[in-house]
Structure formats: C-alpha cells, structure tokens
C-alpha cells in the first residue's frame, strides 16, 4: 500500500504523542517545530521559565496506552507522583491549618507529572521509528490545503545546520530558494498541534468555513519555584494539589520528583498591576492572603525575585469547529480548544484527541493488500475518502465534547479560588461520600 506522507506541525505533548500513532501505522512522518528539540538544554520552553508540572489523568495516561509503544506508558509513570486530593490551605486566628478533601471515595488519583519530561519520553520513542524525520527550529508560515503544500521558515540555528550538513535534515521534496530560508513541503496528511496561538488554524480558516470564537479571562498567572527543606524533603505533603483559596484569586502548588514545588499565582490583571506599582505590597499581600508561603515555603527575597523575574501570562480559551478541512488537514490539542487551566485537561483533552482521531482514521482505513501502478490512482482516491470521512466524523463527536471540558474548565476556577472553603462545599462532599 502506498505509504501517505504526514506533516505533523508542533513537537509538544499533542503533536509529539501524534507522530507517534502515525509512525506506527507505517506512515512517513515529518514533524516541524518552531523551537530547538526540548532535549537539548539550551531549549526554553515556550512560555515557561523552565517547565511546569501538570495534572496528568486517565484521559492522557488511556492515550498513549494506546500508542502501542512497549515500554512508554510504564516510564512516563514512573516518572510521577500521585496526588489524591487537594490540600486547603488558610489561617484561623493567626494559626495556620491544612485540609486535606480527597479526590474520590475509591482512593483514585491523578498524577504530578513534568511536562517536558513527558514531552521529552514522547519525543526519545520518536526517535527510535524509522519512519519519522524531525525539523526543529521550522516555523510554519504557509500552507494551502488544496494542493498539499506548505512552507516552513528555517530559523536561524537550523540554517547553520544546514550549511555544515546540508542533507541531514532537508525534506525530501523540499525546494529552498537561493538566499531564502523558507522550504516548500509536500503532504498527503497534515496535523496540526501547533498550540493555542496555531499557524495551521489560521491557515486552515481560508480554506474552512471555520467558526472561531476565543476568550481571555481577566487572570494572569506567575510561576514560583518551593524548594525542597534544607534536609532535602517536600516542605508540603507530596501527594496532594495544594491550594490557597483567595477568593477572586488562589495560589496553587504542585509536587515535582526532585521534592521541590512547582507553584502557580493566578490573579486578576488589576491585581497585578497594583503589586506592579507598590513591589513592597508583595509580601503583605502573601501574608493576608496565602498565609505561611511568604518566610516558610519560599524565603521573601526569592518571592520577589520570581515575582519579577517571571511572566506574568495571560489564560486564554479557544473554541472552533470544524476541525479539518477535506483530508488535507486537521488540528488537534491547544489549537484546537485551548481551555484555562482549572480542570487539569488542556493537554488530556488534547492526547485523547489523538486516540479518537487515530480510531476514526482506523475505521477508513482503505483496505488495499497490493496495488499494481496502474491501480495507485485508485488507492490515493481510497485513501483520500477514508480519511475526509474519518475527518468528518472525527469534528463531529469531537467539537462538542472539547467545548464542554472548556466549559468546565471555566467553571471549576471557582470551585478552586473560593468553593473548596464553603460549608456547602463540604455538606455535598460528606453526602457523596456517606
Ligand atoms: P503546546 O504544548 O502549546 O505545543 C505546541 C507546539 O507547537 C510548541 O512546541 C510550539 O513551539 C509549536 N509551534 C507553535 N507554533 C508553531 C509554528 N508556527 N510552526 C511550528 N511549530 C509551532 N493541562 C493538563 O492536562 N493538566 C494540567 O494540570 C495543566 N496545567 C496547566 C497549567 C498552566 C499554568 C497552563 C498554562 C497550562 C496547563 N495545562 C494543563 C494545559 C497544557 O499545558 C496544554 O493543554 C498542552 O501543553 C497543550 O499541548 P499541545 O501539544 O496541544 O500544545
């Protein structure tokens, strides 16, 4: 059967975990990524100073069960801590208390989990597949899905790659003009896992009657690093989500292997602007608000240090539909339904939109034993209709279930900044659990 040629734009956890699925149904598969490979140290991860760790859930974990790669699954857990509930933190009469409210009655979890240690799992079991090209530092800038082609521009670093081994990464059907650092890509297939701000997207709405809608809520999140006790222990339970309600606004903190911390302030803009302009309110505003982080989990100094050394970013939301355009192309993950971080699910979601793609592209999968040259014209047709069908049916289950984990990802901030406190709260969790 002829082999289809798939260009996965974006290396993340999405596209990386599709590479995979594609590579193992024996197609040749290219992945462009904008940034260096995430396993070199001098890459930074976009948007983060270094990494963070994330909710990792059954959605993602069933996922890459599912990639059929021996061996994954087990190391990426490996690789995590479990969390069985959140820890509430707070202060009563000047003393400080913790309360630990369970995940489920059952005693299941989710897991801790950095992100680009898993990033960086999904991309050493690319490695291995014969069948699957890398081009890193390639940022897609065009593409028309009507005839299959797109161009990507070779960033810098890469172009000096090139000069000094000018056939270790070019793609096969590649044209790079004279002086030009653009390359022309040919495709059967395109994925594109280019994340929230996606290339492919906004290239697939010319040709789509794509509808787009997107929202910044009005919060900024700052990261913030605990590190482990001067005896090299957690300074917090390992195995909880530890949260400091405030209301319109909460801290977060979540266990990493090396027994530090890896915490998040989520705030209103208005909020930050205020510390902005008095830097000495930092400290207080710690103290009211998120009592025993500022002194005990992270020395003062460093709090304002990390405060002003790190990015202040803003959390968008992102709903469009469809997703795909004919069999030419399709978007999965962040640049598919980009969702605020409250649920734990942005990049749950976006694995498992791997897994049911894949199982639509399966179920079309033409059936086509050994093509003579003169019957290729009608396997490229069979392959062509199994996968606009596939692509079909794929937008269809698909967009709605995406648009209600966004939903609720919107609504469990709540839960998380001010519900966890509320008497209701716990009335509902005691009858649950009674
Ligand atoms: P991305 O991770 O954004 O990757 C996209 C890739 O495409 C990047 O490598 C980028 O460099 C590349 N790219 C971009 N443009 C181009 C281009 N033009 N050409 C080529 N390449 C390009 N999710 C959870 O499941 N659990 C959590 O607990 C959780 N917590 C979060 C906490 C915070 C503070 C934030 C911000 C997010 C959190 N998320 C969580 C969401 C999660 O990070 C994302 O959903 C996930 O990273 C999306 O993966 P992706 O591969 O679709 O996109």
């Not at 909020?271 to 930092?282: H, S």
């Not at 406190?421 to 969790?429: A, C, F, M, N, V």
Request: charge should be negative.
């Amino acid at each position: 059967m002829k082999k289809q040629k798939v260009v996965v734009v974006g290396a993340g956890p999405v596209g990386a975990l599709a590479a995979l699925y594609a590579a193992g149904r024996g197609d040749d598969v290219e992945v462009y990524e904008l940034r260096g490979d995430l396993r070199d140290p001098s890459t930074v991860p976009l948007n983060f100073t270094k990494s963070i760790n994330l909710a990792l859930s059954e959605r993602g974990i069933n996922s890459m069960k599912n990639a059929n790669c021996p061996g994954l699954v087990e190391a990426v857990l490996e690789e995590t801590i479990p969390m069985y509930g959140r820890m509430i933190h707070g202060a009563k009469q000047g003393k400080l208390f913790e309360e630990s409210q369970s995940y489920d009655v059952h005693g299941r979890y989710i897991r801790a989990v950095d992100r680009a240690g898993l990033n960086k799992r999904l991309l050493d079991e690319l490695e291995k597949m014969p069948n699957v090209k890398f081009f890193f530092d390639h940022k897609l800038v065009g593409a028309d899905f009507r005839k299959n082609r797109a161009w990507f521009e070779r960033r810098s670093k890469t172009l000096d790659d090139h000069a000094q081994n000018p056939t270790k990464s070019d793609p096969v059907e590649a044209k790079a003009s004279k002086g030009s650092s653009e390359v022309e890509v040919a495709f059967d297939f395109m994925i594109g896992a280019d994340g929230a701000h996606s290339a492919v997207r906004y290239h697939l709405m010319k040709f789509a009657r794509l509808n787009y809608q997107q929202e910044y809520i009005d919060t900024l999140w700052c990261e913030f690093h605990i590190s482990p006790s001067p005896t090299n222990d957690f300074k917090l339970s390992p195995n909880h989500l530890h949260i400091w309600p405030g209301g319109e606004f909460m801290f977060i903190a979540i266990p990493s292997l090396d027994k530090s911390f890896t915490s998040t302030l989520f705030l209103p803009a208005s909020r930050f602007a205020e510390i902005d302009a008095q830097p000495e309110k930092l400290v207080n505003f710690f103290n009211e608000n998120f009592p025993g982080v500022a002194g005990d989990l992270i020395s003062e100094s460093d709090l304002r240090k990390q405060y002003d050394e790190n990015p202040h970013l803003p959390l968008i939301s992102i709903k469009c539909s469809p997703y795909h355009y004919k069999s030419s192309v399709v978007i999965l993950g962040d640049a598919a339904h980009a969702m605020v971080p409250f649920y734990g699910q942005g990049m749950n979601a976006g694995l498992e939109d791997v897994r049911t793609l894949f199982e639509f592209l399966d179920r079309h999968r033409p059936n086509i034993l050994q093509a003579d040259p003169d019957a290729l014209a009608v396997e490229i047709d069979a392959h062509t209709e199994g996968r606009m069908m596939a692509l079909e049916e794929y937008t269809k289950q698909r967009t709605p279930d995406a648009a209600a984990i966004n939903d609720l990802a919107l609504r469990n901030y709540q839960e998380m900044r001010s519900d966890v406190t509320s008497p209701i709260y716990r009335l509902r969790k005691w009858v649950e659990e009674a």
